[in-house]
Structure formats: structure tokens, C-alpha cells
């Protein structure tokens, strides 16, 4: 064994890190679909781009350093290099991400505040929302578009239907 190559925990760790920097989830999976269209030409399968989703937890709270070490213990997950103030990610990259959100001011009954984040890719996200409101669902907020809109349930739960269009 040569003890100048990496250990094959620092291959991964090096890897999720790339992954990471370079693309959400949703656009790895989308790069994957478009790149191996030929095998479901030569199969006479159909693509399914609806089907592409990624996730993110969003915890929030006025100070997420109060919050972020609870997190961390709960879920065995460690904070992600590029911005460890914010979030935290599965060392086995098994799990979904978690993204702390600062709040302006606490929820008026004094708690925090968890929402989702559902990846889709931008040309889905209409269906999706349409799909929510018809199921009772409400627009929350739409000025962060294309990047995200937020819908809530009938009981105030917020999710987003975000898109990687528009971000840097």
C-alpha cells in the first residue's frame, strides 16, 4: 500500500464535494436521463422527466448556529464545506440535505419553522404547482420565480417547487 494515495473515504468525500459545487441533484439527474437517451431509443422506452426530483429540508430559525448542532446530532450529518454556516449533508450521501434558513423574527407562536424544497426540473415545475393548488393547495409566494415558489398546505405547511433555472 503507498501511503501517498488517498483513502478510498477521501475519494468519496472529494467526490460528493465536486458533485456538490457543481450541480444540484436534479440537474446530475437530468444530465444522466439526457445522456443515456440512446439505451432507451435502442429499448423503445420512454423517458419520463416528471419523475426527476430532488429534496431539501429547510429547517429556519432566528439564529441557525443555535439550531444547526441539534441537527447534527440527530442525523449524524456533518456540514457541507462550501458553507458549513448553512448547511448540513450526509457523509455517506445517502440522505437529504438540509439548508438552514435565517428568519427575520420567529413564528408568531414562538416556534421555528420547517418547509421542504422539491427539485423538479424547470420544465416540470408548472405541472407541479398546478397539480398542488388543484389539491387544495395555495401560493404563498411567487417573486423568487423560476428559482422557487412556495405553496402551503390548508394547514399553513409550506413546501417549494424550485428549478435550478436563474441561479448563479
Known sequence: MHSDLPSIEGLLANLNEVVHRLASPAEIQVSYVEENQFHTDELAL??????IQSLLIVPGWTAPAEVMPFWRAMLG???RIDSPDEDLVDPHNRGTGF??????EPRPDGGGAIHIAIFVPYEQAEARIKAALAAG???????FAPQWWTLADAAGNEADIATTKGRD
Open 46 to 51: 420512454e423517458a419520463d422527466p416528471a419523475a
Open 77 to 79: 450529518y456533518v456540514p
Open 99 to 104: 439548508w438552514f434558513e435565517r428568519m427575520h
Open 137 to 143: 393547495g395555495r401560493m404563498v409566494r411567487d417573486q
